[in-house]
């Protein structure tokens, strides 16, 4: 496998593995042990949609393997506007050793990848974000030291967030609930795909409207109303969205042992309560955390070839 575009090109062994990776390298980097795996290797990020953790998360991991990261800004690279897809992935191919993108449309991460003779990494993406994904899943198993048979309840639009926990989730044997209003709800056919994976596995996935999809879930976990893009829609969405805010009410209605997630930027007050954000339930910025773990774990593989299975 050279590029990662989505959860489900992994697999369930080699999904598995990558966050065994994912603990090692973290316990080694607390004890001072991790090895440079990436001396020499040059990562180029390249952003049409700015972040703060996709950004330091991707940097700091290949600072911390021995490599180095290019950031690239939109009006430096103009991504299908000032330059080609296709031109732009010829022309880093002969630079860096990786390219992450965190880009507005899939097909442009796809058509990277394509034309990409090094590995693309999809940073996100309209359709997926797998990097976030990772750092869901690691967050999850380390708070229960499994991910078979946990119940996970996303409350909100069926976005990319909601695509990848629903693949990753199946991959993985959980069961993934999609909690949204009427119109709202996560692209049939990645439900279908998860569907098939979850068969598979053990696992469950649904989309509904129905808030009773909450009660004894081991894991809430929402995600802001209106994305980058989305801003004109914000105060419809809004209305919508609003019985489905994550809130003490939720908590209550879930397994004594829930846990909090967001994958941020939060809004508190709007999809997710203060309360329910810093109260002792929350597992937020742990996830964040995550993100730098799962995603060297990532590069340690892609680019520096650390073993995943056998």
Known sequence: MKDFLSLDQLGPERLAALLTLADRLREDQRRGRLEPVLAGKVLAMVFTKPSLRTRVSFDVAMLQLGGQALYLSPAEVGLGQREAVADVARVLSGYVDAVMARVFAHADVVELA??????????????????????????????????????????????NVAHSLLLGGALSGMSVSIIHPEG?????????????????????????????????????????????????????????????RLDEACIARASAHVIVMHCLPAHRGEEISAGAMDGSAARVFEQAENRLHAQRALLAWLVGGAPLLG
């Not at 940073?123 to 198993?141: E, I, K, N, W, Y």
């Not at 809430?220 to 829609?233: H, K, P």
């Open 114 to 159: 394509a034309q990409a003779s090094v590995p693309v990494i999809n940073g996100l993406s309209d359709r997926f974000h797998p990097c976030q994904g990772l750092a869901d899943l690691l967050t999850v198993r380390d708070t229960f030291g499994s991910l078979a048979g946990r119940r996970l309840a996303y409350l909100g639009d069926g976005n």
């Open 184 to 244: 709202y709800g996560p692209d049939a056919t990645v439900l279908a795909r998860a569907a098939a994976l979850a068969r598979m596995s053990g696992g469950a996935v649904e989309s509904t409207s129905d808030l009773a999809a909450i009660d004894g879930a081991d894991v809430l976990y929402t995600d802001v109303w209106a994305s980058m893009g989305q801003e004109e829609e914000a105060a419809s969405r809004r209305s919508a969205f609003l019985p489905y």
